[in-house]
């Protein structure tokens, strides 16, 4: 069984910064690539960012330049370190993994941007 355990969810001003952590546990032979997900009320899940295991990263276009996706894949850990975050970011967000191919899915976290 294949666990995905999300963290670093919470509550920040406009303009703060919140770092999310993904760990991976279980039997996995090879994770292909980590990511984000969100889902804001009343809104369809979207990808915030995917990073394969070679390092190559791409990100949803309104967070290019404020977010950044990196991996450890040693631990099977990715993060999501989000800087300059604004109200719209607020959501929750979803680590998934691409791994022995299945994809797998955290339980998600909140994040809520709010003055």
Known sequence: Q??????GGGLVQPGGSLRLSCIASGR???????G??????????????RITSGG???YLDSV??????STDNAKG?????MNSLKPED???YYCYADAD????WGQGTQVTVSS
Do not use: C, D
């Open 2 to 7: 294949v666990q995905l355990v999300e963290s």
């Open 28 to 34: 996995i032979r090879s994770i292909y690539a980590m």
């Open 36 to 49: 984000w997900h969100r889902q804001a009320p009343g809104k369809q899940r979207e990808l915030v960012a």
């Open 56 to 58: 190559s990263a791409n």
């Open 64 to 69: 290019k330049g404020r977010f950044t996706i």
């Open 77 to 81: 850990t990715a993060y999501l370190q």
């Open 90 to 92: 607020t959501a929750v």
């Open 101 to 104: 191919l299945r994809t797998y």
